[in-house]
């Protein structure tokens, strides 16, 4: 069981460019997040998502998308990267009815230049 | 969505319990209490989590007064790898609790 997975670890942008951070769970949990988290501070929401098709925003989701084509995949895309940006990005799942268990990937570190 | 309020940091030596406690005053009836544990470096990791009176498992224990409006983690016997930033989330699911956001944590560091 591989949990939360995210791709990639690591990755440089340059200012303007756009990407995306790919993240998969293979629990079949019908809530999945996102996160930002910025040295030595707490996690913040970008994105969430209830269930394949059905997204919302968090508490900081500007410069971010989302798409919940599929249970399993929840990608998150920055639009035109900027320096601000540069923050580890968590990604992370639960199932309905478990309260506030939820399983987090290992992080994707973003540095945008 | 309940606010949360924890201590920044918190020191303490190795074989001595730890406890850190959450202020939630605004929890809704529906609201779990849940602990993570961040390492440096790693994403958050379940801890425990609770709905009222105590839960106990094999890494913590949770007590929660009869007014839900605080919480207190306990770490029985710390060791030098329980050093990490530690999370109080309060919510739940559906309406409004979809949208679980974090406070900024408290740091413990376990010396010897």
């Known amino acids: 069981n591989a949990g939360v997975t995210q791709t990639p670890k690591f990755q440089v942008l340059k200012t303007g460019q756009s990407m995306t951070l790919q993240c998969a769970q293979d629990?079949?949990?019908?809530?999945m997040s996102w996160y930002r988290q910025d040295p030595g501070m707490g996690l913040r929401l970008i994105h969430y998502s209830v269930g394949a098709g059905i997204t919302d925003q968090g508490e900081v989701p500007n410069g971010y998308n989302v798409s919940r084509s599929t249970t399993e995949d929840f990608p998150l895309r920055l639009l035109s990267a900027a320096p601000s940006q540069t923050s580890v990005y968590f990604c992370a799942s639960r199932k309905q009815g478990t309260g506030n268990t939820i399983y987090f990937g290992e992080g994707s570190w973003l540095t945008v230049v | 969505l309940a606010k949360t309020t924890q201590p920044i940091s918190m020191d303490s030596y190795e074989g001595q319990e730890v406890n850190i406690t959450c202020s939630h005053n605004n929890i809704a009836t529906n609201d779990y209490i849940t602990w993570y544990q961040q390492f440096p470096s790693q994403g958050p990791r379940f801890i425990i989590q609770g709905y009222k009176t105590k839960v106990t498992n094999e890494v913590a224990s949770l007590f929660i007064p009869a007014d839900r409006k605080s919480s207190t983690l306990s770490l029985p016997r710390v060791s030098l790898s329980d050093t990490a930033v530690y999370y109080c989330l309060v919510g739940a699911l559906g309406g409004g609790g979809n949208k679980l956001t974090f406070g900024t944590g408290t740091q413990l560091k376990v010396e010897l």
């Open positions: 629990m079949n949990h019908e809530y």
